[in-house]
């Protein structure tokens, strides 16, 4: 009797250690397949955010100055205006003469006081007074205001639409920020992205803004700023671009007059 119990003892204890064994060899495979599936989804994730990151870059360089103005209909991703074949001669530097000129502009019957730093970029400045002198600004408007992400009133352009320019284009880009940052105030030159695109229009930031990529930084507001707001980018963009933000100012703004000495 008592070997019959000690048997069915044993054969108990033997199903128990079975079982623990089956149950530890169920866990383990489970993990080793919960690692298998981590390691095939890990490089996929990495994949999808390095993606979305690229096209948030893509589609914020391309949404800087020097970007055509938006169509009533905008498409998804922005393009920007070919080089023009040249058709007259860059200003030399020269004309800079490597000091500050002072001066007025005028949008609409708002004044702004200006500054121009002709050593700090002297292609710029002298390409800007080069243009003023001749009158080319007088009568050109302002196209595109951005009031999203970016805070910046571009103007200078003979066609009205983000796709023209004096006859030339030059670079390279000069006294760009390390930092990306343009402070309110700052007068800067637009480009295409592309080297070498810089032409006549140039940006106004009315409200301190972070760009990527880099624009010549040539001058700064130093009156008249507060007025430019109230009287022009505080009224927004039109109707067909209040949903990106990004557009011809809802009031129309021409440059009435500019004068630099």
Not at 17 to 31: D, G, S
Request: charge should be positive; glycine fraction near 10%.
């Amino acid at each position: 009797m008592a070997a019959r119990s000690a048997r069915e003892r044993a054969e108990r204890e033997a199903r128990r250690r079975n079982r623990l064994f089956t149950a530890r060899r169920t866990v383990h495979e489970q993990q080793v397949q919960r690692r298998r599936r981590d390691d095939l989804i890990a490089p996929i994730v990495l994949l999808v955010v390095v993606a979305l990151a690229i096209t948030a870059q893509v589609l914020y360089f391309t949404s800087g100055p020097g970007k055509p103005a938006s169509k009533p209909s905008p498409s998804a991703s922005a393009t920007t205006s070919p080089t023009p074949t040249p058709t007259r001669t860059v200003p030399p530097k020269a004309l800079s003469e490597n000091r500050t000129w002072t001066g007025t502009m005028t949008l609409n019957t708002t004044k702004l006081g200006i500054s121009l730093d002709g050593k700090a970029a002297p292609q710029a400045v002298a390409n800007f007074v080069s243009l003023t002198q001749q009158g080319f600004y007088t009568g050109l408007s302002c196209h595109r205001l951005t009031v999203k992400q970016l805070y910046v009133l571009q103007c200078g352009d003979p066609n009205g639409d983000g796709s023209g320019g004096p006859g030339y284009s030059f670079g390279p880009i000069e006294n760009a920020p390390r930092d990306g940052v343009y402070p309110a105030g700052t007068i800067a030159m637009a480009n295409t992205g592309q080297p070498d695109s810089q032409g006549s229009q140039f940006f106004l930031v009315y409200k301190d803004t972070t760009l990527p990529g880099g624009y010549t930084v040539f001058g700064h507001i130093t009156s008249g700023l507060p007025a430019l707001r109230s009287a022009i980018t505080d009224k927004g963009v039109v109707a067909s671009a209040q949903s990106t933000g990004d557009g011809a100012p809802a009031v129309k703004t021409t440059i009435t007059a500019l004068t630099v000495h």
